[in-house]
C-alpha cells in the first residue's frame, strides 16, 4: 500500500524538491580546480609581495637629514653659516691677536652663549649682515669659554657688542636683541664709513692691560630681557 502510494503521479507531484541552498554533487570544484585556484592566489601574493619589495624606501621610511660640516660632524648652531669674516674666538690671544690683524678695520665683537635664546634668535641676522659687510670683522666670542675676559670686559648680558677701530679704540659697546638689531645696523653703518687713523691701534695696548690686571668680581653674564 505505501509502495503504490509512493509510485502514484499524486505523490510524486507532492515529494519535496530540492533546497535551493544545497548543492549538486557535480557542481563542487575538483581536487585540480582547487589546485589551480591556490597556485593563481599564491602567484599573486609572491607579485606582491616583490612589488612592495621595490618601491622607494624613502616612501616608507623618511629620514631626517642633519646639517654637517665639512669634516662630516654636526654643526651647532653658532657655528651655521659662518662667513669669512666671522672669526671664533676661543682666548684671550686670540681676541687681541684678531684685533691687532684688524689694522684700520672696523671690528665687532660678538659675545653670546650657546644656552641664550636670545643670541641664538640674533645669530641668522647678523650672518646676513657679516655677509653684506665683508669689509667689517666680526669676532664670536663664547661666553662660557671665555668668562675671565667677559668679566673685565663688563660683559653682564648677552648678546652683547663691542665695537673696535683702529687708533680710536672702543667706539662703543651695548646689549641688542633680535627686537633692537635695527640699533646694531646703524652702529655698524656709522663706525664703519671710510677713515684713517693715525698711530697703532691703541686698543690692543689697552686691553692688554686690563686683561692682564687683577680679576675683578662682576657678576655673571645672563641673558638679555625680551622686549
Not at 653670546?112 to 641668522?124: F, H, I, K, Q
Not at 652702529?187 to 690692543?204: E, F, L, N
Amino acid at each position: 500500500m505505501a509502495d503504490a502510494l509512493l509510485r502514484s503521479p499524486a505523490a510524486l507531484s507532492t515529494a519535496p524538491r530540492r533546497l535551493p541552498f544545497l548543492r549538486p554533487l557535480g557542481s563542487f570544484p575538483s581536487d585540480a580546480s582547487l589546485q589551480l585556484k591556490l597556485g593563481r592566489k599564491l602567484r599573486s601574493d609572491a607579485a606582491a609581495a616583490v612589488l612592495f619589495a621595490r618601491l622607494p624606501k624613502r616612501l616608507s621610511h623618511p629620514k631626517v637629514h642633519a646639517v654637517v660640516a665639512e669634516g662630516g660632524e654636526k654643526q651647532d648652531w653658532w657655528e651655521k653659516n659662518a662667513g669669512p669674516n666671522m672669526i671664533d674666538i676661543h682666548s684671550t690671544e686670540d681676541f687681541i691677536s684678531a684685533l691687532s690683524q684688524a689694522g684700520d678695520k672696523l671690528v665687532v665683537a660678538d659675545f653670546y652663549g650657546t644656552w641664550c635664546a636670545s643670541c641664538r634668535a640674533l645669530y641668522p641676522k647678523l650672518c646676513r649682515i657679516a655677509e653684506e659687510n665683508p669689509d667689517v670683522v666680526f669676532l664670536k666670542v663664547n661666553f662660557d669659554k671665555n668668562k675671565p675676559m667677559c668679566k673685565r670686559l663688563n660683559v653682564r648680558v648677552l648678546p652683547y657688542f663691542h665695537f673696535y677701530r683702529g687708533a680710536d679704540g672702543l667706539l662703543e659697546s651695548f646689549s641688542c636683541s633680535l627686537a633692537k638689531f635695527k640699533k646694531l645696523k646703524e652702529a655698524i653703518a656709522k663706525h664703519s664709513t671710510d677713515r684713517c687713523s693715525i698711530g697703532p691701534p691703541v686698543v690692543v695696548v689697552e686691553l692688554k692691560e686690563l686683561l692682564e690686571a687683577p680679576g675683578s668680581k662682576d657678576k655673571p653674564a645672563g641673558a638679555s630681557p625680551r622686549s
